[in-house]
């Protein structure tokens, strides 16, 4: 392992991989259960990813602090630090495992916009080295953590952490590709781990079969690619924020819903209160129309880091 380094950060904390997406496109129509057997591709780009690195750099192209905490293969992770590496994003929080590669998403992408993805989780880590790693990281500074999809074990050491040690923080939970995983009691290990979830419809949908309490208990923001986002407050009452279409063609829908969490984030760390840690709320629909912006502004590039500075 890599020698940790205890470091004082007022930066946003976003948990999660880091990894290269093999991302690609096919002519052929996916069924509901994916590209079958077998899927012939037209086209085919590796780009940089993962979700805790697409968050970190959208914060950054908001001109917001972020911290990484991930862990990544010593082997391949120079031209990954190379390409995120910005005043904005502190990167001293990922551990590098040596004689390691980073993780891999293999992206394939229908001529409907439909996504299939297979996923290389990368190097693996105790739930013990975890929790130590995170003792490392100072997060008392911090005013929220985005905690991104990452292994079941490792998002609630993470959550547990924040919440443990720093509780007036924002906790912001988006459990991705790994709520398919999560059962009835999973969600209830969790209920008093997050203070926000962000997910879209089939991840909640599938949350809600072992929850169907879900949407009342907290705030929990659900999206749905172009069609309206749903915002279902803490205190009661839901809220609908239409998406505006797009001036000119998608490009590419990989790490759009990463991006819509940076600009979400990025607005609610603006507005955030050591003193009352609900003060983000007023700014809710700021919050989510950054989202749309940083959304969009991804689905015109190819690949989840090529959007450019989002801060003006």
Known sequence: MAEEVLVSNPSIIIVGALAYDQISST????????????????????????????????IG?????????????????????????????????VMTKFNAKCARAFVATDLNGKQFTAFYPGPEVSEHSWEAHLANQDLQQSQIMVCAPYPEKLMSSSLKHMRDTNPKALRIWCPGQ???????????????????????????????????????????????????????????????????????????????????IAGFASVIGQHLSAGDKGAWIGHVNEAVQSGIRSAQRCLQQLGSQNYTNLSN
């Not at 192209?61 to 910005?86: M, P, W």
């Not at 705030?219 to 797009?246: E, N, Q, S």
Request: charged share 20%; with cysteine; glycine share 10%.
């Open 61 to 93: 192209q908001h001109s917001q602090d972020a911290k990484l905490v991930s862990v990544c293969g010593e082997l391949d992770f120079h031209n990954y630090r190379t390409h995120i590496e910005s005043p904005f994003i502190n990167l001293q929080g």
């Open 27 to 58: 002519k052929k129509e996916f069924s509901k259960t994916g590209p079958g057997l077998n899927c012939k591709l037209e086209t085919l780009d590796e780009h940089f990813g993962g979700c805790g690195g697409n968050i970190a750099y959208g």
């Open 178 to 260: 790994y709520a398919d995983s999560l059962n009835t009691d999973s969600l209830k290990h969790f209920s008093d781990l997050w203070d926000v979830l962000i997910g879209n419809e089939h991840e909640v949908d599938h949350l809600m079969t072992h929850d169907a309490d879900l949407v009342n208990k907290k705030t929990v923001i659900v999206t749905a690619g172009p069609k309206p986002i749903k915002v279902y407050m803490a205190h009661g009452g839901t809220r609908t924020f239409p998406v505006p279409k797009l001036t000119t063609p998608s490009v590419d829908p990989t790490g759009s819903g990463d991006a819509f």
